[in-house]
């Protein structure tokens, strides 16, 4: 159990539909970052908060937003989806703003399949 | 910016087998590497990492030195087991240093 927890794990929704997916970071962490896992993008970086700051930026489209709150959860709002959103999201914690030296925690993920 | 090659997969290995991994980088200066593994309905975690050059990073068997010369992370393990079954991640931080780039992802099958 690496201490981060997300939720949903599986959630199943129409295109043009909106989801929110949830991310508690390990207790002390003060980064959570997310991933888009698909079989063919690979493990792609979204975005990354520290401390309630959006710190960076990736691949991520227009449609998806994200924040972090005070208490240091996170939700991953996605909107107006296509069938190419289906894929598993992954959040991850650490204690610093970096992931240079520091360990990555990774919760065991949300799949959403758009149908 | 930084980003890794990793070797295709899938691997198909018996157990006690040796296995190597393939994985080579390119990046400003010389960042620390990582290699995370995946088990089935899992989220990544991390396996081992090598903070500098020549350094070796090990954990569960498993190794993989930094080399400069090459740019080469490759993971190695001298006999593996049926409970090594999963995806291996090759990894190194962006350049902006904020988050990590992954490689595609080797998936290793182990049979008894």
């Known amino acids: 159990d690496s201490g981060v927890t997300q939720t949903p794990k599986h959630l199943i929704t129409a295109t043009g539909q909106r989801v929110t997916l949830r991310c508690s970071p390990r207790?002390?962490?003060?980064?959570v970052y997310w991933y888009q896992q698909s079989l063919d993008q690979g493990l792609q970086f979204l975005i990354h908060y520290y401390n309630g700051e959006e710190r960076a930026k990736g691949n991520i489209l227009e449609r998806f937003s994200a924040q972090q709150f005070p208490d240091l959860h996170s939700e991953l709002n996605l909107s107006s989806l296509e069938l190419g959103d289906s894929a598993l999201y992954f959040c991850?914690?650490?204690?610093?703003?970096?992931?240079?030296?520091?360990?990555?925690?990774f919760g065991q993920g949300t799949r959403l399949t758009v149908v | 910016g930084n980003s890794v090659t990793q070797m295709e997969g899938p691997v198909t290995l018996s157990e006690e087998a040796f296995l190597t991994i393939n994985c080579t980088y390119t990046a400003t200066g010389y960042p620390s590497l990582f290699w995370y593994v995946q088990y089935p309905g899992e989220g990544l975690q991390l396996l081992l990492k090598a903070t500098k050059a020549d350094d070796k990073g090990s954990n569960k068997g498993f190794e993989a030195t930094y080399r400069k010369e090459t740019t080469s992370f490759h993971l190695e393990k001298g006999s593996v087991q049926v409970s090594d079954s999963a995806v291996y991640f090759c990894?190194?931080?962006?350049?902006?240093?904020?988050?990590?780039?992954f490689g595609s992802g080797t998936q290793l099958t182990v049979l008894p």
């Open positions: 991850a914690s650490s204690v610093s703003s970096s992931q240079v030296n520091t360990e990555a925690f």
């Open positions: 990894a190194l931080p962006a350049a902006s240093a904020r988050q990590l780039t």
């Open positions: 207790s002390g962490d003060l980064s």
